[in-house]
């Protein structure tokens, strides 16, 4: 392979060892090269997609446990405004009463309908009004979130708690100090409720699947959960314990996201923890992450199918792209073997790209030139021995005569038969001259030598001198030999009658050899400017596939030895080649077996009377 030099660093470096050998291998290797990275770069790119989607998917864990939150905290906020109302209310009784201290109680609690009891405690803990009479006179004392008021909290949200009345199992309070400006504590109000007046609050929205949202005390105590489930309060308390899940997210302090393990179960849940603001609550919320990731499972898969199609499609394309380059080349290739091997190829497009279409016209051009002049050389060759067979025999018959005459001269007495073989002897020596002249000319017009001459002759006596030559052999064969010249044309013309009876005789000649029945005729007449000059004979005619051969030197339409009619070959490339010497045309047209006309132009000059004779 050839390598240019402003890359030959390339060579150097031994690239072009490692590359494959064929144009198709190295085009496939370019375009894998190609898709390589624009493969790896969307794989990359999805992966990417899929993970911030991941991310999204988890913080809107975060952002659902948070709204839930913030409603809780609205509502718990609501039922404090109440107890603050309650509270300035009975600040303002002068003087108190329990009786109208019952009846504030009561009427907030008719109004609150969320809540179960609102009751107002002395600083002992002992209830002193309150809107469930039950509670009159009982100590809650005992209630840590009691202690804390009294320990100096003002507000309280407490624990989930187990109510003495068992039809009223899990109940939390929302306890508020109120004190005088020493801060000494006045009372204590206190609303009670059951986590039964939190359903159809719709504090937390429904979740679709398996999906987890729920609200914890401070101990982790299930408070609600959507939908609720009827569980005691010791359920509720122990499904800290049982729930692995449950544990790991309320273990987590802030708020947190993350995927974690289920209980004893393989499958990861996408969990959130949300602390409720000011209330030391919280809001877990957990979804099983196979649920929750499927959309984007699907996604991804959808998309590197994509991906994966359109990398494929393009890889395709590019090879189609590839084979349309290699297959014209490879086609070239072996039109150069067919060529290589001697058989001319269509000339036809390929469809292959440009440079590909003109290399291989051109090779084709080149080749089939080649092929031809090849061919032609080994016809010239073929006919050149044909011919040296044929003119020695040609030369032998006359010299064989003449021979055999002069020996037989020898011992013949009478006179007659010394004349009719001296006869035969000058008869073979006119066709060995006719001979030698032929070769003469021939040879004289390929080296550029035979001149033609320009001289006034009458037409019609050079015509007839050619015809008559033959007449004596036409009445043997039996043959009508005429000749005619257009009375109108010149009698005298310009031109070399020499030459011009040169071509007549070989035309004459050989309609009389190639005739055997009918006539020879000669005709001369005037067509445009030219004179032309028609030899029509009733033979053996021309194939069709030989009339363009014969006017080629050393051609015969018989070029065997065992041919009928003698003759060398060269008298029809002669004649056309002195015909166009004198500024004409010759051709032939024949039917086999019927008739053969030859007709050759000349341009018509008459005679001015000023040239020298003929
Ligand atoms: P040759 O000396 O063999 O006649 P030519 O060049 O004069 O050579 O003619 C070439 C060949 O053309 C002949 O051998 C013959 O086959 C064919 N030919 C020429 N003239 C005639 C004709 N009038 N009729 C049929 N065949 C002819």
């Not at 030959?8 to 490692?18: A, H, K, P, V, Y």
């Not at 109680?105 to 609102?118: M, N, P, Q």
């Not at 809107?131 to 008021?149: G, M, Q, W």
């Not at 190639?514 to 005037?526: D, L, N, P, Q």
């Amino acid at each position: 392979m050839r390598i240019p030099s402003n890359i030959s660093f390339l060579r150097d470096l031994g690239i072009f060892r490692i590359w494959p050998g064929g144009i198709q291998a190295r085009l496939y290797l370019l375009i894998a090269l190609v898709m390589l990275p624009m493969a790896l770069l969307l794989g990359w790119t999805n992966y990417q997609h899929y993970r911030s989607l991941r991310r999204i998917e988890l913080q809107t864990e975060v952002e659902a446990a948070k709204d839930v939150a913030d409603v809780f905290a609205t509502f718990v906020q609501g039922i404090q405004q109440q107890l603050i109302t309650v509270g300035q209310a009975i600040l303002t009784f002068s003087p108190y009463t329990p009786a109208k201290a019952t009846k504030l109680l009561t009427d907030a609690a008719s109004k609150l309908e969320v809540v179960r009891d609102l009751s107002m405690l002395s600083p002992d803990g002992t209830v002193l009004a309150s809107s469930l009479p039950s509670l009159i006179r009982t100590n809650l004392a005992f209630h840590p979130y009691f202690k804390e008021i009294h320990g100096g909290r003002t507000w309280i949200l407490s624990d989930l708690y187990s109510s003495n009345d068992p039809h009223q199992a899990s109940t939390f309070a929302i306890a508020m100090g109120v004190r005088n400006e020493n801060g000494s504590l006045l009372c204590v109000i206190v609303a009670e409720l059951g986590v039964e007046n939190l359903q159809g609050l719709k504090l937390i929205p429904a979740r679709t699947g398996s999906g987890k949202m729920e609200i914890f005390d401070r101990q982790g105590t299930l408070v609600h959960a959507n939908p609720d489930s009827s569980l005691t309060w010791e359920q509720r308390a122990q499904r800290r314990a049982d729930d692995a899940l449950l544990r790991r997210v309320l273990q987590t302090r802030q708020e947190q996201v993350g995927l974690l393990t289920g209980n004893g179960e393989e499958d990861q849940w996408i969990a959130a923890r949300v602390p409720i603001a000011g209330l030391d609550w919280v809001v877990g919320a957990a979804r099983p992450e196979r649920i929750a990731f499927q959309p984007l499972r699907k996604l991804l898969i959808q998309e590197s199918l994509l991906a994966g199609g359109m990398i494929l499609g393009a890889f395709l394309l590019a090879s189609v792209l590839a084979r349309s380059i290699s297959a014209p080349i490879q086609r070239l290739e072996e039109d150069a073997q067919t060529l290589g091997e001697g058989r001319i190829i269509a000339r036809d497009d390929l469809g292959a790209p440009a440079e590909v279409n003109r290399l291989r016209l051109r090779v084709t051009d080149m080749a089939t030139a080649l092929i031809q002049a090849k061919t032609t050389a080994e016809d010239a060759n073929r006919t050149k021995t044909e011919f040296m067979a044929n003119m020695s025999h040609e030369l032998r018959t006359p010299m064989t005569v003449i021979m055999g005459s002069v020996e037989y001269l020898q011992h013949i007495e009478t006179e007659t038969t010394k004349r009719e073989l001296l006869g035969f002897v000058y008869d073979a020596g006119q066709r060995l001259l006719a001979i030698i002249d032929d070769l003469l000319d021939f040879s004289r017009i390929e080296a550029g030598r035979l001149k033609i001459v320009d001289v006034e002759f009458d037409l019609a006596e050079c015509v007839r001198s050619a015809v008559e030559m033959f007449a004596k052999r036409a009445e043997e064969k039996g043959l009508r030999l005429t000749w005619a010249v257009h009375p109108l044309l010149p009698s005298r013309i310009k031109g070399d009658p020499h030459r011009l009876g040169q071509v007549l005789v070989n035309l004459v000649g050989n309609a009389v050899k190639f005739t055997e029945h009918g006539e020879v005729s000669v005709r001369v007449k005037k067509h445009a400017d030219h004179l032309l000059f028609v030899v029509r004979d009733t033979g053996i005619g021309i194939a069709a596939s030989h009339v363009d051969l014969i006017f080629q030197p050393f051609t015969q339409v018989d070029g065997s030895m065992t041919r009928r009619y003698e003759g060398t070959g060269l008298g029809l490339a002669i004649c056309k080649d002195l015909v166009e010497m004198m500024g004409g045309t010759i051709q032939v047209t024949s039917r086999e077996g019927q008739e053969s006309v030859f007709s050759f132009s000349l341009p018509l000059r008459p005679a001015t009377g000023k040239a020298s004779g003929d």
